[in-house]
């Protein structure tokens, strides 16, 4: 079963912040988000494990509330190479990797 | 190190044609997801191949099949396509299995279109 992502869309300005939010029905073992671009592949951004470990390659926070089965994605002071459409994936025990509908981010000069 | 490979990038087929997809992962990776990406349905997951074997499967009629090679590499057959097959399809490349605590790497996908 898909997670629910929201928004669907958001458009910011440069600087501004946003909230991607992602919660499953499922118990979670970990959450994983990913940015693509437009005509481009998805690319990793971070995974969030129970227990608090992240992994991760940008300077983006994100949380994980186990018992809410939820994460957030924190975009902070967002620059132009923001934009795109973030997908969350949730991990469960049976490593089944279904991703979210996608929120599409637009940030504007 | 060279990236997840898929060829071709782009196809045409007629409705009724059947198509096969590749996926090249990146050396060492055991596991190779498939995905579905339409237009405002996200990416639909289709199936998930390690050490050759089916893993995981997603809510997809019978005409898509897959399956993994030795060397990892993977391969998608869609039979009887259907205009509504149209659509990117992408793997992903994994150390293990998905869902866990590796990340996956996303070929740049093959563009389907059928007419």
């Known amino acids: 079963q898909q997670p629910v992502q929201s928004p669907q869309a958001v458009i910011l300005r440069e600087g501004e912040d946003a909230v991607i939010n992602c919660s499953s029905s499922k118990a979670l073992y970990s959450v994983h988000w990913y940015r693509q671009k437009h005509g481009e592949a998805p690319v990793f951004l971070m995974i969030l494990l129970k227990g608090g470990e992240q992994k991760g390659h940008e300077k983006i926070s994100a949380s994980f509330n186990e018992k809410k089965q939820q994460s957030s994605l924190y975009l902070t002071a967002s620059q132009l190479s923001y934009s795109g459409t973030y997908f969350c994936g949730p991990g469960h025990n049976n490593n089944d990797m279904r991703f979210g509908a996608g929120t599409r981010l637009t940030v504007k000069p | 190190k060279a990236g997840v490979t898929q060829t071709p990038r782009y196809l045409i087929k007629t409705r009724g044609q059947q198509v096969t997809l590749s996926c090249s992962p990146i050396s060492g990776h055991r596991s190779v997801s498939w995905y579905q990406q339409t237009p405002g349905q996200g990416l639909q997951f289709l199936f998930e191949?390690?050490?050759?074997?089916?893993?995981n499967k997603g809510n997809f009629p019978g005409r898509f099949s897959g399956r993994q090679f030795s060397n990892s590499r993977s391969e998608m057959n869609v039979s009887t396509l259907e205009l509504g097959d149209s659509a990117l399809y992408l793997c992903a490349s994994s150390l293990a299995l998905q869902g866990a605590d590796t990340e996956a790497f996303f070929g740049q996908g093959t563009r389907l279109t059928v007419v």
């Open positions: 191949y390690f050490s050759e074997t089916q893993r």
